[in-house]
């Protein structure tokens, strides 16, 4: 192994979800920074490997990089874990990846585990467009505002949330989003895997009937709607562009404005011309 920072994915649950490139990798490198070094023993325990361990987290980190950055440029072999899943996702991994590549360190990816891809493919949503939000604001009103920021992204939303507060963040959704279809994805890999659909209200309900479930909680919501078109101020464009503009020039300029469909308008245009 090449010295560098080596960017590893771990299970999400199912210890066996690693890859044979990661376990390669946690038995030739260095030293091990990782989130919890409590958590990744018990990883390493399963899979025979002993090494070095470091902490790097939320807390340390400040202090933590300059020490990580000053083994790179010692040529050493730094693998970067989390708890679970891929690292930098919900976590002060970028900070060290950002100093690392400024110092000219070498980066290698290892890509894995992540319970947002897990939860896409498993929630039936689109997944052609899909935004990670991260963890929801715990109040009200910081939480109304980022909803009301990616709202209106056509692209399924996805969430980490603790199972504690679905039951106020699912009603908190449905207020700034409108009723959308849901999915909570629960113990993403691991032996009581659950995946509940439905309507952000339906699953609100739910919840305020059964109480707060247990584990991880990975929850996604449907994009919006597509809004239908305004046929009475597409109209009126079209009236106004007729005034002083041919048929076939005013549909297509309404249809640029509009992000219409040119021979719905030209059609359309047709038969306010005639009806004039």
């Given amino acids: 192994m090449a010295a560098g920072l080596y960017i590893l994915a771990t299970p999400i649950g199912n210890a066996r979800d690693i890859s044979l490139r990661a376990l390669e990798v946690l038995k030739g490198c260095d030293v091990i920074a990782a989130e919890d070094t409590r958590v990744t023993a018990k990883l390493l325990a399963i899979h025979g490997i002993s090494k070095p361990l470091i902490p790097y987290n939320d807390h340390n980190g400040p202090q933590m990089r300059p020490k990580i950055l000053s083994r790179l440029e010692q040529g050493e072999r730094v693998a970067l874990v989390s708890d679970a899943g891929t690292p930098l996702v919900s976590d002060p991994g970028y900070k060290l990846v950002r100093e690392a590549i400024a110092a000219g360190a070498a980066i290698v990816a290892l890509p894995g585990a992540s319970a947002v891809l897990a939860g896409l493919t498993l929630s039936g949503l689109p997944s052609d467009r899909f935004l990670f939000a991260g963890f929801l604001p715990s109040k009200a009103g910081e939480r109304k505002s980022i909803l009301e920021e990616i709202g209106g992204v056509r692209a399924t939303l996805i969430f980490f949330e603790s199972a504690q507060r679905l039951e106020d963040s699912l009603p908190a959704l449905a207020d700034v989003l409108g009723d ?70 005013a549909a297509e300029m309404i249809a640029d404005l509009t992000d219409g469909s040119r021979k719905a308008l030209y059609a359309r245009a047709l038969e306010l011309k005639d009806g004039d």
Avoid: C, N, W
């Fill in 180 to 249: 959308r279809q849901a999915v909570v994805a629960r113990e993403l890999t691991k032996l009581h895997e659950e995946i509940r659909r439905g309507s952000l209200r339906e699953l609100a309900a739910h919840y305020a009937k059964a109480g707060a479930p247990k584990g991880e909680v990975t929850l996604l919501v449907a994009p919006p709607d597509k809004a239908a078109p305004d046929s009475a101020r597409i109209d009126a464009a079209l009236k106004a562009a007729l005034a002083f503009m041919p048929v076939k020039a």
